[in-house]
Nanobody
Framework: QVQLVESGGGLVQAGGSLRLSCTAS????????MAWFRQAPGKEREFVGA????????DYADSVKGRFTISRDNAKNTLYLQMNSLKSEDTAVYYC??????????????????WGQGTQVTVSS
């Protein structure tokens, strides 16, 4: 059974930084794509960034390019999201997601099979 557990959310001032972590367990993830999504109140869940576990190919939403960096530690089975230059519009619950699709990097939430419980990020202006 795949389990994803996020941590690292919190309250930060605009312009500040946070690093989110997602610890994965239950199987090996060498053939998986992993991603971060976020959902603000009253809005749909939106793609933030994704990475192939093997090879490290990445993709980002335009809204976070140049500010957010996704990475993973294979030995720790942990996915990270480094968020810099945070803006009030980045406020949302951030979710980690995984899928065994190995041929491309999905960017739609319905393409991911496993989800964490989410961690709240609040950016004050």
């Amino acid at each position: 059974q795949v389990q994803l557990v996020e941590s690292g959310g919190g309250l930060v001032q605009a312009g500040g930084s946070l690093r989110l972590s997602c610890t994965a367990s239950g199987r090996t993830f060498r053939d998986y794509a992993m991603a971060w999504f976020r959902q603000a109140p009253g809005k749909e869940r939106e793609f933030v960034g994704a990475i192939r576990w093997i090879g490290g190919r990445k993709d980002y939403a335009d809204s976070v390019k140049g500010r957010f960096t996704i990475s993973r530690d294979n030995a720790k089975n942990t996915l990270y999201l480094q968020m810099n230059s945070l803006k009030s519009e980045d406020t949302a619950v951030y979710y980690c997601a995984a899928t065994p699709r190995s041929d491309y990097l999905p960017t739609m939430y319905y393409e991911y099979d496993y989800w964490g419980q989410g961690t709240q990020v609040t950016v004050s202006s």
